[in-house]
């Protein structure tokens, strides 16, 4: 599923411009990291493409996904929801529902299919509970589809949203920081999840990351911002620390503290940008 975005600017309430003159387009089956500091306009563009937020009303300003309008010059549009069923939303902080058990917020994702009858009193078929049961072991918590999901730690509760958007046929998956609060095993779990959906199924995925490392590691193409700026949209393989410090300037340090990006370029000068393109080829 592609994305096309153009002329894209949006400002807030309190005249902050959080994104400026966006044009992108992400072609089928892609898997792309946003990267940037905290304020760059990751969490608001993937927001924007989503139909969670409207853009500005600029002349041109456009967000199509698969071809189809999500939103023109400010104006979400009228189908937005039969658009948002094909669109998986992955948040920072899973959106699960505590008191409920893991199979139950799994199936949360076929309610856009289902008459509101059976969405309101929760009648799930032995399809659709089939479909949740696959969609956890594929990301390897089946054994957990009976406990509440407050009694999952982050990094399952993050697969069972993941599980989420594949019950619900999401073919654009978008991911804001899903590993922003997990530890280093758990998050690298969690991106080879992504990964292996977008490899196997073919579905598009775009995924906001502060992990420099996690972003070259996983993801072919980077597309960086900085001030809501794109100052990057290429191969991770060429995404340096010396091109990260032009790009970002002191900010830099914030990506490369404890980067393996960074000790590897300390070691070895010379190869970093044969590591980097070895790393992407691996994802």
Known sequence: MSLRIQKLDKHFANGKHALRDINLYIGDSEMVALIGASGSGKSTLLRLVAGLLEADAAPGSLIEVNGLCVQREGRIASNVRSIRSQVGFVFQQFNLVDRLTVLVNVLVGRLHAMPWWRGVFGWFNAYERSSALEALERVGILDCHAQRASTLSGGQQQRAAIARTLVQGAKLVLADEPIASLDPESSRKVMEILSTIQREDGRTVVVSLHQVDMAIRYCP???????????????????????????????????????????????????????????????
């Open 221 to 283: 193409r980077i597309i960086a911002l900085n001030q809501g700026q794109v100052v990057y949209d290429g191969p991770s393989s060429n995404l340096t620390p010396a091109l990260l410090r032009d790009l970002y300037g002191m900010q830099a340090d914030e990506f490369l503290s404890g980067s393996e990006l960074l000790s590897s370029e300390q070691q070895h000068p010379a190869p970093i940008l044969a590591w980097s393109s070895a790393m992407a080829q691996a994802a």
